[in-house]
């Protein structure tokens, strides 16, 4: 009888019903513009753990409490779940070299005066992406950096891949230009790297739901915006796009990922295989 008791609490809970799989992919779509109506399986793996370690009885049990008083940790966990943070350092390096030949001489020039550019890494994961535009910002500006506001805001819905990023602790890839290693990281032990204090100084993050107005103090000359709308439908995707395009100063850019492309009727202007500027 006890061990009856034991085996049930620790059982997996059973499979999500059709009703509670549709509740929680509305839920999750409306609020947060991710589409899981293919992920059933990943729902059901990365929930099962939460549904057991919180005492929850099923996953209908969990979804009617999140729905109706989950708590902003208990979203946030949720969410942790549900993400793909997958991301690494120099991912699609072709971008970052037409950031750095051709989009950052003209902000250069166009800043002359104010001497402050301004770029959001939106969906930045767990760091590695607005690092790596600081460290090609670095590269490029070499002594004149100081001079420079360069600072760059990195949002991300995730707090787990947030709390990660502001660490900055990471293995190196093999591909990192010579020299940067030693320029752009402290060690950390353990083979580990930590990103050095200036170029972490130059990334603000922030918790920012991309489904939100975008409302920030000034207009962005660059919005990378890579591999994130991969996740969400095409009308989520398009209104998002037009909200870029409204955040974005005449002149700048918007940068996708090679995996992604932005409707045909998109007022941007396509300049390279994953990277759009404002008319
Ligand atoms: C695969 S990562 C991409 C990271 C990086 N941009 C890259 O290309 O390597 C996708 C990120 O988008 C974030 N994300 C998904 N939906 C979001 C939303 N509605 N608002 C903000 N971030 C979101 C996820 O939390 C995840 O960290």
């Given at each position: 009888?006890?061990?009856?008791?034991?085996?049930?609490?620790?059982?997996?809970?059973?499979?999500?019903?059709?009703?509670?799989?549709?509740?929680?992919?509305?839920?999750?779509?409306?609020?947060?513009?991710?589409?899981?109506?293919?992920?059933?399986?990943l729902i059901t793996s990365r929930l099962a753990g939460t549904i057991k370690q919180k005492g929850f009885k099923g996953y209908s049990e969990y979804i009617d409490y999140l729905l109706s008083q989950g708590s902003s940790d208990d979203i946030n966990q949720l969410l942790?779940?549900?993400?793909?943070?997958?991301?690494?350092?120099?991912?699609?390096?072709?971008?970052?070299?037409?950031?750095?030949?051709?989009i950052l001489p003209d902000?250069?020039?166009?800043?002359?005066?104010?001497?402050?550019?301004?770029?959001?890494?939106?969906?930045?994961?767990?760091?590695?992406?607005?690092?790596?535009?600081?460290?090609?910002?670095?590269?490029?500006?070499?002594?004149?950096?100081s001079a420079w506001d360069t600072r760059l805001l990195a949002t991300d819905l995730s707090m787990n891949a947030l709390s990660k990023a502001q660490k900055g602790i990471y293995e190196l890839p093999d591909n990192l230009p010579a020299g940067w290693e030693k320029k752009y990281f402290v060690s950390a032990g353990a083979g580990k790297h930590q990103v050095?204090?200036?170029?972490?100084?130059?990334?603000?993050?922030?918790?920012?739901?991309?489904?939100d107005p975008i409302h920030f103090k000034?207009?962005?000359?660059?919005?990378?915006?890579?591999?994130?709308?991969?996740?969400?439908?095409?009308?989520?995707?398009?209104a998002l796009t037009e909200r870029f395009y409204e955040a974005t100063v005449p002149g700048g850019y918007l940068i996708i990922s090679m995996s992604e492309n932005l409707s045909p009727d998109t007022p941007y202007m396509?300049?390279?295989?994953?990277?759009?500027?404002?008319k």
């Open positions: 009888m006890e061990d009856n008791k034991i085996e049930k609490s620790l059982a997996a809970p059973a499979m999500i019903s059709d009703a509670d799989f549709r509740r929680l992919v509305a839920f999750v779509q409306q609020k947060y513009g991710i589409d899981l109506h293919q992920k059933r399986q942790s779940k549900l993400t793909t943070n997958y991301t690494y350092f120099m991912r699609e390096i072709g971008a970052f070299e037409y950031f750095q030949s051709t902000m250069v020039r166009r800043h002359q005066r104010d001497k402050c550019l301004a770029i959001w890494s939106a969906g930045c994961s767990s760091g590695e992406e607005p690092y790596n535009v600081s460290m090609y910002i670095m590269d490029y500006l070499g002594t004149q950096a050095a204090p200036h170029i972490k100084r130059n990334v603000i993050f922030r918790q920012f739901n991309l489904m000034r207009k962005f000359d660059v919005i990378f915006c890579r591999n994130v709308m991969i996740y969400f439908d095409q009308p989520t995707k398009k396509r300049v390279g295989p994953s990277i759009f500027k404002k």
